[in-house]
C-alpha cells in the first residue's frame, strides 16, 4: 500500500517512492509480463518472494504515482521518504484542486461574469460594472495574501508560494514578505 488521498481511487492516484541506485538505475522486477520498478519503503525495498533485493540502499529516492507522474528524486537519508512524500501531496494538491471550495466559487464567479456580459450588463452599465469588480479585486487581493499566511505558517517556501501565483520565488517574496506566518482559521 502507497500514500492514498482520501477521496480519490487508487487505481487512479497512488504515490510510492521507487529506490534509485548511485549509477542511476531504478532495480525493477517483471512479473506477469510487465516490468515494475521496485519501491523503497520504511527503510527497505519492497522487493519479496522470488524478486532479488539490490543488496545495498539506494542513493536517490524518486516520488512517483501510479498516473505516471514523477517528482525530482531527493538524496536518501532518514528525512528523504517524507521529502518524496511532501512532493507527491503537491502534486495530489494539483490533481484536486476542483474539490476545493474555493476553487469552485472561483469557477462560480467567472461563469457569473460572463453570464453578466452576455445579457449586455457590461455595455449597459459599464462603471456600475467596474465599480463592482473594484470591491471583488481588493477581496481577492486580501484573500491570497491571508493564504499566503497560512502558507507561511505550515513552512512552505517561497519557491512553492511563487509557482502556486504563478510568478517567481523572488517576486512572490517581494511581495508578501510583510505578511505574518498565521494560519487563516481563527
Ligand atoms: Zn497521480
Known sequence: MGWLYEGVPDEEHEGHAVGVLA???IPAYGSGGRWSELEFRDGWWSAGGSVD???VEPAWLLPACVCG???ERVGYDPQAEAAARG???IHMDDV???FL???KAAEGFVSALQTAREEGEYDARPL????ALRVTQ???GSEIATAVGAARARELSWELIGEALGVTRQTAHERYREIEAVAAQE
Open 128 to 131: 456600475a460594472v467596474i465599480k
Open 53 to 55: 533485493d539490490p543488496g
Open 23 to 25: 549509477n542511476g538505475v
Open 138 to 140: 481588493s477581496r481577492v
Open 87 to 89: 512532493q507527491w501531496d
Open 69 to 71: 507522474w514523477r517528482g
Open 101 to 103: 471550495a474555493a476553487a
Open 96 to 98: 484536486t484542486v476542483y
